[in-house]
């Protein structure tokens, strides 16, 4: 049943465009030249005449040429210019025979060959190439140039420069990435050639292309091609493929057309044509892709996709995604999905002075988990539990320290389904400022001139954790807003001291405006209602610090390889002060005190009107302390081994930002000391291998309780004022986590890898190919690079938390790669492997490549668990893909150039 329905996918998806391949022949009645490289076809100056209803020209081609004869100004409308080896002529001199490294030259108009020769009486020129007496080949072909158009290459041609009329044989024609060659053309007139036999592709190989369109018959205009009927020829095979007419591309410009579709099964939905489309290209600076995949069991999911971009001024992409998948028995409902994402950027120097920018992604919660296959079944995707977006705008004034920042956010929870929204944020800001210090200021400055004053003012309009269901709705939009303005004035000042450390000291105020208020209250002894206030209130608080720092340096002599060890140490104490704003004082704090009624006690509550408030209210409990961290980094100098090229000393980092914090708070009555946290990283073999690391230590004791809860016994640690060493324990182990990477190819271990050509490469290409290199360079990760044999990528993350009574730990490994079996063919592969329970991830997948030049094939597989499924891709590659022997990767997705 499953194969009959395989089966049935196939024969519609080609019946759509099939078409019985027809008027398949050899090229004209003229003997082809002895030439193995090329199916060549050498003409005679016996050929049809150039007034012959047959007579043929490639597009582009000559136009205008004279001979070398005299003619009156009217003939000729510019100098016939000629170059040879030598030069012979008939009896009557009315033929003019070039031979050897001909050229003729008329206007913008030029034209090389072995041979050419100038018939007067007959008003043609006729051109072709000459066998090589020691291969055998067919050499030095007729090329024609017409101003800055693209050369045109044939084995012969013949040309009326009366009738400017023609033939050529086997022409092989490129224009931005489009190729024709093959057949016979001939030109009618000034703007229009007609075409048999030849073959459109963008394979670049002019002797075999691998894949084309052949044009049974066309015309050729200036802009397009028409064709009739027409069939896909794929390794010299004919396809029982056709169109009965077609359109093709002759401009710089994109142009529409269909996305064929990839194939597959996929465990729950059946078999599956995926990614069939149409691709349309608006203009010069936009294009729009609508690819859609049906499932057998009545599944759909559709997809659309704007990019945008003025080079000068900006670039972006929209895309709007629907999906309805039938997972439950036949007659359930479908589960649908929806989800937009937006990219935009603004080029910096196209307004300077303003900013513009645009990420959002919106949509279900179940959006990726039903429709894996939109982000190509990407890990990271398919685990995310957040959505979030973002659209800002931004402008300074030139000249002055002010800035302003108006942003609009979206942070959507996906386990929850709750939603966050800022609607919207602004900020304006005035950059630290010296009001002290003078511009015209030659001499050093003074203690008071290094005080430094800034400002900073944030309003905001924000709904939080609201239910997706409830976002739109009226309570949410006029009961649910939050909004405030908050100003920030910092004071600073920083100054040397005895030359070796540095001392600095700051006073931060800080002002909260508020349009409603809460209120508390009591309706019953057991029900406490909190209303909200409306009306403006103001709170304002202010801390101050000090701090002082220093640099401390070690230094150990050694012998052998490692010359030196060296130790910098820079400890940081610190003391910060803000009063108590909790207590009754202040008219903003309230207290509550409910009425007894039996079964319920009396039960005071104390209060701050502004707790709900979207910025908080002023801070709880008297805080004065000492902050201290010690920051240390250890480094190793070598020296030269003495041999090869390694004659130079040479730095290594052993360890980089090893850093201990923590704080104790005199004010506090109980638990003064913070917990100790420390961080670190550093890198090995040459900064290939990167490490991180982190962690928390609690410096006081704990106690372990139990306790017994609906029949159930419940043990919990309970903290005790008293630090861990004074009972002869080391502070305990918190938290700790490690990540540690390392990508590894072939090229790693060469002592120069192969550069990507960008910088002069970039001048010769069009605007499109110049895209698409520069996409390529920034997101190398995304394609498969044939030039490297193999390539792994390995992650490693290690989770520790300790909660005294129950311990979690994750230990996770992630795996990538590719690995090349031959020249041409590729295995990818990409896992996630949780060590501690043995398992491999559902997303595991593989991945077979086949790097066919012009176009590839993959096969990819995900063997096991919830997404099993395979899918089989055949895709023609872009000139660029083909130049530098990549291949775009099956599992991974960008928004820009995909599909054109």
């Not at 090329?143 to 290459?153: A, L, R």
């Not at 018959?217 to 794929?234: C, D, F, Q, T």
């Not at 002010?402 to 956010?409: A, D, I, P």
């Amino acid at each position: 049943m499953k194969f009959t329905r395989l089966l049935f996918l196939i024969v519609v998806s080609l019946l759509v465009n099939w078409f019985t391949a027809a008027g398949q022949g050899n090229v004209g009645g003229n003997k082809p030249v002895a030439d193995t490289s090329r199916r060549g076809i050498l003409i005679t100056p016996n050929s049809p005449k150039g007034n012959d209803s047959l007579a043929i020209l490639p597009i582009n081609s000559v136009t205008g040429v004279g001979d070398t004869t005299k003619k009156s100004k009217s003939q000729l409308d510019a100098e016939l210019k000629t170059l040879s080896d030598s030069t012979s002529y008939s009896d009557d001199m009315q033929t003019v025979y070039y031979h050897g490294n001909a050229r003729i030259s008329y206007g913008d108009f030029q034209l090389d060959a072995d041979y050419i020769e100038v018939n007067k009486n007959t008003k043609t020129i006729f051109a072709r190439g000459s066998i090589d007496p020691k291969t055998k080949r067919y050499v030095k072909r007729p090329i024609s140039k017409q101003g800055s158009e693209s050369p045109i290459t044939t084995d012969s041609l013949t040309y009326n420069y009366e009738t400017k009329k023609g033939f050529v044989w086997n022409p092989f024609s490129e224009q931005e990435g489009n190729y024709l060659s093959g057949g016979k053309a001939k030109k009618l007139n000034d703007t229009e050639t007609a075409l048999k036999d030849q073959m459109f592709s963008t394979c670049d190989k002019p002797d075999h292309p691998h894949f084309g369109i052949v044009i049974t018959w066309g015309i050729v205009e200036k802009k397009r091609i028409i064709s009739g009927p027409a069939y896909l020829k794929i390794e010299g095979i004919p396809i029982p493929i056709g169109i009965p007419f077609g359109f093709f591309p002759k401009m710089n410009s994109r142009t529409s057309g269909v996305i064929l579709p990839t194939f597959g099964e996929d465990q729950r939905l059946g078999f599956f044509l995926r990614n069939f489309g149409y691709y349309l290209g608006l203009s010069d600076y936009a294009d729009l892709t609508t690819m859609g995949t049906y499932f057998s069991n009545g599944s759909f999911e559709i997809n659309s996709t704007l990019n945008y971009r003025d080079r000068y001024k900006y670039s972006g992409n929209l895309s709007l995604s629907y999906g309805a998948h039938n997972y439950g028995l036949q007659g359930d409902p479908a589960k649908k999905d929806f989800n937009i994402t937006w990219s935009h950027s603004k080029n910096a120097n196209s307004r300077p002075g303003t900013t513009f920018s645009a990420s959002v992604n919106a949509g279900t919660s179940t959006f990726y988990q039903n429709n894996a296959a939109t982000s190509n079944f990407n890990l990271q995707a398919l685990t995310q539990n957040n959505f979030r977006s973002s659209i800002a705008y931004g402008k300074n004034w030139a000249g002055t320290p002010f800035n302003l920042t108006v942003s609009l956010s979206h942070s959507q929870d996906l386990t929850k389904k709750t939603v966050t929204m800022d609607l919207p944020t602004l900020n304006f800001s005035m950059a630290t400022i010296s009001p002290f210090d003078s511009k015209t200021r030659v001499n050093a400055q003074k203690w008071y001139q290094r005080i430094t004053v800034g400002y900073n003012l944030s309003a905001t309009n924000k709904v939080i954790n609201v239910p997706e269901s409830e976002l739109f709705t009226q309570k949410t939009l006029t009961k649910r807003m939050q909004n405030g303005v908050q100003h920030q004035i910092p004071v600073g000042m920083n100054l040397n001291v005895l030359n070796y450390f540095q001392f600095n000291t700051s006073l931060n105020y800080l002002e909260r405006w508020y349009f409603q208020t809460i209120r508390k209250r009591y309706a019953r002894a057991d029900s406490l209602v909190i209303d909200t206030v409306p009306g403006f209130q103001r709170v304002g608080e202010y801390s101050m610090g000090a701090g002082v720092s220093t640099k401390i340096y070690s230094l150990l002599q050694l012998n052998g390889r490692v010359k030196a060890i060296r130790h910098v140490m820079t400890p940081n104490i610190s003391f910060s002060y803000r009063p108590d704003y909790s207590s009754l004082d202040h008219s903003y704090n309230r207290a509550i005190v409910s009425s007894a009624t039996i079964p319920y006690p009396v039960v005071s509550q104390r209060y701050s009107i502004f707790e709900r408030g979207i910025f908080g209210g002023p801070g709880g409990g008297r805080q004065a302390g000492l902050g201290f961290t010690l920051e240390n980094n250890l480094e190793a100098k070598l020296r030269p081994k003495g041999s090869g090229t390694d004659t130079a000393e040479r730095k290594i980092q052993l360890l980089q930002g090893l850093t201990f914090s923590t704080f104790y708070n005199f004010a506090a009555d109980s638990f003064k000391l913070s917990p100790i946290s420390f961080s670190g990283h550093t890198s090995l073999f040459k900064g290939k291998l990167a490490i991180n690391f982190g962690g928390v230590l609690n410096p006081y004791s704990t106690q372990v309780r139990d306790t017994i809860a609906n029949g159930q016994l419940i043990r919990y640690a309970r903290a005790i004022n008293r630090y861990s060493w004074q009972d002869g324990r080391f502070p305990m182990l918190v938290s700790f986590n490690v990540s540690t990477s390392i990508s590894l190819n072939s090229s790693a271990f060469k002592k120069q890898q192969r550069p990507v050509p960008v910088g002069s490469t970039l001048q010769n290409m069009d605007p499109e190919q110049a895209a698409r290199l520069s996409l390529i360079n920034g997101d190398p990760a995304a394609y498969i690079d044939f030039n490297i044999p193999w390539n792994v990528n390995l992650s490693y993350n290690f989770n520790y938390s300790n909660q005294v009574v129950n311990t979690q730990v994750t230990n996770t490994l992630m795996v990538n790669g590719d690995l090349s079996i031959t020249k041409n063919w590729k295995i990818q592969y990409n896992t996630n492997l949780d060590i501690r329970a043995l398992k491999v991830s559902s997303a595991t997948s593989f991945a077979i490549y086949r790097n066919l030049h012009c176009w590839s094939l993959s096969v990819q597989w995900l063997p096991f668990g919830f997404y099993k499924s395979y899918n089989v891709t055949l895709r023609v590659n872009a000139n660029i893909l083909q130049d530098l022997k990549l291949s775009k990767r099956s599992d991974y997705t960008a928004n820009q150039f995909n599909n054109r």
